[in-house]
């Protein structure tokens, strides 16, 4: 299909226009007009682009692209070498921040509540990309924190205590630690993000609602999975996540 017959696709899918974010959200790279195969990855570092191109991708969908806010405007080091390897090959990358955080089906807000088997029940948060909801069944920390780490290949930091029940959960895919305090006025027993910051602790060990730190790339990998198979199945398309581990 066209490149830009699938970047409008998902951009109506999506929903790009109605969010306000801190990167462009589409084609950040425009490489060859016709796409068979779509390699998606959480963030386009230099692995994912060698990785892809060995492949053979046409195009390349990330959640973390390009050309954030208030970085460096010059086309130098790092910034060079990723793009000169996708100008090199004529391979487009498509980036989608918030607007793949926040879909109800496809988003990773929406694909961890499925893996991890929680029950969405509503919105909260800066253009209402976090979720709170609840458990099918209530578990102590300790049990929901094994169940965390099996799923998602990754022992979390948890702030909490071992034996408190779980019940009612918040959770944000990536870095959201800066809605912890939203989250406990929700009243919800923990709180699931990406990362963790020092004001964080304390946050917990006050009020009781235990949180949960289970990795900024762990929790984001479904999505672009997600968005990638889907385009893949609607057009007929060739499609590879790649997993470029991080420990963060």
């Keep these: 299909m066209l490149l830009h017959e699938l970047s409008d696709y998902i951009a109506s899918l999506l929903d790009v226009s109605h969010f306000s974010d801190y990167c462009p959200n589409g084609i950040q790279v425009e490489g060859r007009a016709q796409v068979q195969r779509i390699a998606s990855g959480v963030t386009a570092s230099q692995r994912l682009l060698e990785a892809a191109t060995a492949w053979?991708?046409?195009?390349i969908l990330v959640h973390h692209g390009y050309f954030w806010r208030n970085e460096a405007a010059a086309i130098s080091g790092m910034k060079?070498?990723?793009?000169?390897?996708?100008?090199?090959?004529?391979?487009?990358l498509l980036a989608y921040h918030l607007p793949l955080d926040a879909h109800a089906e496809l988003g990773n807000n929406a694909q961890l509540a499925k893996k991890l088997g929680m029950v969405?029940?509503?919105?909260?948060?800066?253009?209402?990309?976090?979720?709170y909801g609840s458990l099918p069944t209530t578990q102590t920390l300790d049990q929901f924190t094994a169940h965390i780490a099996h799923t998602l290949q990754r022992?979390?930091?948890?702030?909490?205590?071992?034996?408190?029940?779980?019940?009612?959960?918040?959770?944000?895919?990536?870095?959201?630690?800066?809605?912890?305090?939203?989250a406990v006025a929700l009243g919800?027993?923990?709180?699931?993000?990406?990362?963790?910051?020092?004001?964080?602790?304390?946050?917990?060990q006050e009020t009781g609602v235990a949180f949960i730190a289970a990795g900024h790339h762990a929790t984001e990998r479904y999505g672009?999975?997600?968005?990638?198979?889907?385009?893949?199945?609607?057009?007929?398309?060739e499609h590879q996540f790649f997993d470029m581990?991080?420990?963060?």
Excluded at 120 to 131: H, L, N, S, T, V
């Design 56 to 59: 053979g991708a046409d195009a």
């Design 80 to 92: 060079k070498r990723r793009l000169a390897h996708l100008l090199q090959h004529d391979i487009s």
């Design 120 to 131: 969405a029940e509503g919105r909260f948060g800066d253009q209402q990309i976090a979720w």
């Design 155 to 182: 022992t979390p930091q948890v702030i909490g205590q071992a034996d408190r029940l779980i019940g009612r959960v918040a959770w944000c895919t990536g870095a959201a630690q800066g809605y912890f305090e939203t």
């Design 188 to 204: 919800v027993d923990a709180f699931i993000t990406g990362e963790i910051s020092e004001q964080n602790v304390h946050t917990a």
């Design 224 to 237: 672009v999975q997600a968005l990638g198979a889907h385009v893949a199945a609607r057009y007929g398309l």
């Design 245 to 248: 581990d991080n420990p963060v």
